[in-house]
C-alpha cells in the first residue's frame, strides 16, 4: 500500500493555464508538506501544514495555493502556469511533527512541464 | 543563514566504501538527515543523527557528526550497485513559531561502477 500517493505522475500544460495536484497519506500523520524540486535537483521546501493549518510558508508566489480539507490531504493548485513553474513536486508527510525532529516520508513525485 | 553543501559527484567500484560529506550551517539543527533518492522515486530517509551523538551505526550505514565543525558523513560499506542514486544531506533547522523545518542539500549523485 503506498504510504504517500500524489496525482498525476506527470502534468504538460501550456502556460496559463492553471492545474491541481493532488496528494493523499495513509499513515495516520498530523503534518504534511509541498516540496519543489528543481532540474539541478535542489529541494526546497514550499509549504507545511500541521492537522490543516498552515504552518510554513516560504518565499512562494501567491499563484500557488496549497488546500488542506483534512489531515489526509494536502492539495496544490497553481493558477497562472508559467515556464519557471516547471519542476519535479513532492508531497510528504511526517509523524512528529513541526516541534521534533522531522522523519519525512515522500510520495514519488509530479513532473510538472510548462510548455 | 541557513544553508546545506554537498559535493554533487562520487564515483567508487562495487565492493569499495563510499564517504559522502555534508557540512551545515545551522549549530541549533538538533537531527541531522541522509535520505536516499532513486530515479523518477521521491526521497526515502535512510539515517538520521542526533545533534549530541558522534556516530552512529546501521549496518551497512555509518554516520559521522563533527558538530564543531558542523560536517555529516555517510559512509556506505560494501557498496554495492543498487546504492547507485543520489544522498540528500539535511538538517532540521528553527523556524519562526517554534516550527522545525528540513534544509536539504543539493544532493551528491553517487555511480557505483564493476
Known amino acids: 500500500d503506498t504510504a504517500v500517493s500524489q496525482t498525476p505522475k506527470y502534468l504538460v500544460t501550456q502556460m496559463g493555464n492553471d492545474k491541481s495536484i493532488k496528494c493523499e497519506q495513509n499513515?495516520?500523520?498530523?503534518?504534511m508538506y509541498w516540496y519543489k524540486q528543481d532540474s539541478k535537483k535542489f529541494l526546497k521546501i514550499m509549504f507545511s501544514?500541521?492537522?490543516?493549518?498552515?504552518?510554513i510558508n516560504e518565499t512562494v508566489p501567491n499563484r500557488f495555493s496549497p488546500k488542506s480539507p483534512d489531515k489526509a490531504h494536502l492539495n496544490l493548485h497553481i493558477n497562472s502556469l508559467e515556464l519557471g513553474d516547471s519542476a519535479v513536486y513532492f508531497c510528504?508527510?511526517?509523524?512528529?511533527?513541526?516541534?521534533?525532529?522531522?522523519?519525512?516520508?515522500f510520495g514519488s513525485g509530479t513532473q510538472l512541464s510548462v510548455l | 543563514g541557513e544553508d546545506v553543501e554537498q559535493s554533487l559527484f562520487l564515483s567508487v567500484r562495487e565492493g569499495d566504501s563510499s564517504v559522502i560529506n555534508c557540512t551545515y550551517t545551522d549549530s541549533s539543527s538538533t537531527y541531522l538527515y541522509w535520505y536516499k533518492q532513486e530515479p523518477g522515486a521521491g526521497l526515502q530517509l535512510l539515517t538520521y543523527?542526533?545533534?549530541?551523538?558522534d556516530m552512529k551505526q546501521d549496518q551497512r550505514l555509518t554516520v559521522l557528526l563533527n558538530k564543531k565543525d558542523k560536517h555529516l558523513s555517510l559512509r556506505i560499506a560494501d557498496t554495492q550497485t543498487g546504492d547507485s542514486a543520489i544522498y540528500f544531506c539535511a538538517e532540521g533547522a528553527m523556524f519562526s513559531g517554534g516550527y522545525n523545518k528540513l534544509i536539504f542539500g543539493a544532493g551528491t549523485r553517487l555511480a557505483v561502477h564493476p
Open positions: 510528504a508527510s511526517s509523524q512528529d511533527g513541526p516541534l521534533r525532529g522531522e522523519k519525512l516520508f
Open positions: 499513515l495516520g500523520h498530523d503534518t
Open positions: 501544514y500541521n492537522n490543516k493549518e498552515l504552518i
Open positions: 543523527i542526533f545533534s549530541n551523538m
